[in-house]
């Protein structure tokens, strides 16, 4: 994946991750990661390659132990076929 999408977390440093108005996938790609997500009593431990799936609207916050880079992945819109109406998948004039 690109670098240019890489967050990386040195010794020490944290990050808040607002919530989002989308579900995103939180994926490791270097060295070891402690998450807590909002309204959550868990914490989780993440290493290189693990994911973890943050639902729409939480928030969450994430730490390098000693060190970490991660993707915070989002989903890419649907596009709909012209002439479709919303949620019916049929063609404009032949929906009952």
Known sequence: MDERFTTRLGPGQALTLAAGRTPRRLVVTCGRLWLTVGGSADDHWL??????????????????????????????????????????????GQGA
Do not use: I, K, N
């Open 47 to 92: 290493l290189a390659g693990d994911g973890l799936t943050l639902e729409a609207g939480q928030p969450a916050v994430v730490e390098g132990w000693p060190e970490a880079a991660f993707h915070l992945l989002h989903p890419v819109a649907q596009r709909r076929a012209p002439g479709l109406r919303t949620g019916m998948g049929l063609p404009l």
